[in-house]
């Protein structure tokens, strides 16, 4: 079955310094894989995708993914944190051969925290 | 004007009782569902419908039963509520037949069980 691991529940990153959340996907095929972001109190909204048109994948607020196929990787980063960035993010696959149905999978999610 | 809403956003009740969340979509997505979010903020698909036809249906419970009366809206309904019960249930819809589709979600409704 398709698992997703974010590695990490909880990551601490200083005002202004590279963000780096970590996720792997277990499938032997390729899933279609996303990025949520949940802030307080509200529900998960999309970061970004990959859907197999390029590995390296641009999203809102100046996030990015590169997905590696010879890790089973697809980390999240951004270059310069900020204040508002600190949420749950979490890490999703859709199988590419899901028999029709729809299931999105997520992984644990891992808390930004983003110290002034 | 929201997308996907849940009422209602709270709800506190005592174990045994019985209760209801409605979720309603604008978007025209034909797929829906309901996922659960526990205290550890694991996110856990319960159900999935298509065009009023359920088609994801996880080891959950009997207690809980989703109806869709029409394709805009879908409830869970929760028999004799359990301490277990508590958690933030999401709503999410999406376009059907697009496996690279984004979901959507609603802003949830925290069910609180004493």
């Known amino acids: 079955a398709q698992s997703v691991t974010q590695l990490g529940s909880h990551v601490s990153v200083s005002e202004g310094a590279l963000v780096l959340l970590r996720c792997n996907y277990s499938s032997s095929v390729p899933p279609y894989l996303f990025w949520y972001v949940q802030y307080p109190n509200q529900g998960l909204q999309l970061l970004l995708k990959?859907?197999?048109?390029?590995?390296l994948v641009k999203g809102i607020n100046g996030f990015e993914a590169e997905f590696k196929k010879s890790e089973t990787s697809f980390h999240l980063t951004k270059p310069s944190a900020h204040m508002s960035d600190a949420a749950e993010y979490f890490c999703?696959?859709?199988?590419?051969?899901?028999?029709?149905?729809?299931?999105?999978?997520f992984g644990t999610g891992t808390k930004l925290q983003v110290i002034p | 004007d929201t997308a996907v809403s849940q009422t209602p956003k709270y709800l506190v009740t005592q174990m045994g009782n019985d209760k209801s969340i409605k979720c309603e979509q604008n978007l025209g997505h034909d797929t829906m569902y309901w996922y659960k979010q526990d205290s550890k903020k694991f996110l856990k698909i319960m159900f999935s419908y298509n065009n009023k036809e359920l088609i994801i249906n996880e080891t959950v419970p009997n207690r809980f039963s989703p109806k869709s009366p029409d394709k805009a809206h879908l409830n869970l309904h929760i028999n004799s509520l359990e301490l277990g019960d508590s958690a933030v249930y999401f709503c999410?819809?999406?376009?059907?037949?697009?496996?690279?589709?984004?979901?959507?979600f609603g802003e949830g409704s925290r069910l609180t069980v004493l």
């Open positions: 999410a819809s999406r376009i059907a037949g697009v496996l690279t589709g984004e979901l959507f």
């Open positions: 990959y859907t197999s048109a390029a590995t």
């Open positions: 999703a696959a859709n199988p590419i051969y899901s028999g029709g149905y729809q299931k999105v999978t």
